[in-house]
Each structure stands twice: as structure tokens, then as C-alpha cells.
């Protein structure tokens, strides 16, 4: 069972910058792919941004050229970093990851964007 453990958010101004971290446990993370998802109150889940296991990013058209997924297979860890922050993106963020075994997620972790 692969567990997932986020980091890295916090309240920010609007127009801020703000860097998510997943790290993940066992040993073929270089063959997962990886992504992060969001929700808002009211709102489903939606996928923001993933990474497959040859590098491939794909993002939703809401935070295209403003947040950037990437990873570093020697840590295990998955980063998005989110840049030019709006009140809309303030939701709490998941990390999660598929194999050819499954699909595991992360706890969350709360983006809050406000003055």
C-alpha cells in the first residue's frame, strides 16, 4: 500500500506564490503516475496537473501557465507549484498517484487565497 504525505500549504495574498510537496512511500515511484486534485466547498474534485512515469504534464486549463508539476524520483516527492494565486484556486489539495496496482491519494493539505 502506497501512502501519500502532503506539505506545503498556508494562506497567501492574491497574486502570491506557493509551492505543494507529496512525498510517497515505497519504491517504484519513478513508475507511477502522479498528479494533484483540488476541491472547493460546493465543488467536485477536480485535476489540476499530472505527471505520467516517462514525464508527460498535463494541467487543466484553469491554472495553465501558472502552476507547474514536477518530481524528483530520488526523493520520491511530487511538487506543484502554483504562481499568480487567485481566490479561486483556494481549496483543499490532493495528491495522488496510479500504478498498475491501484490508485492511492493523499490526505489533503488547505490553499487558502485572501487578502
Do not use: H
Not at 506545503?8 to 512511500?25: E, H, I, N, T
Not at 487543466?60 to 502554483?82: C, H, N, P, W
Not at 483543499?92 to 498498475?100: A, H
Amino acid at each position: 500500500q502506497v501512502q501519500l504525505v502532503e506539505s506545503g500549504g498556508g494562506l497567501v495574498q492574491p497574486g502570491g506564490s506557493l509551492r505543494l510537496s507529496c512525498v510517497a512511500s515505497g519504491s517504484d515511484f519513478g513508475r507511477f503516475v502522479m498528479g494533484w486534485s483540488r476541491q472547493a466547498p460546493g465543488k467536485s474534485r477536480e485535476v489540476v496537473a499530472s505527471i505520467s512515469s516517462i514525464g508527460q504534464r498535463s494541467y487543466a486549463a484553469s491554472v495553465t501557465g501558472r502552476f507547474t508539476i514536477f518530481r524528483d524520483i530520488a526523493k520520491r516527492t511530487v511538487y506543484l507549484q502554483m504562481s499568480d494565486l487567485k481566490s479561486e484556486d483556494t481549496a483543499v489539495y490532493y495528491c495522488y498517484g496510479s500504478s498498475n496496482t491501484g490508485n492511492f491519494w493523499g490526505q489533503g493539505t488547505q490553499v487558502t487565497v485572501a487578502s
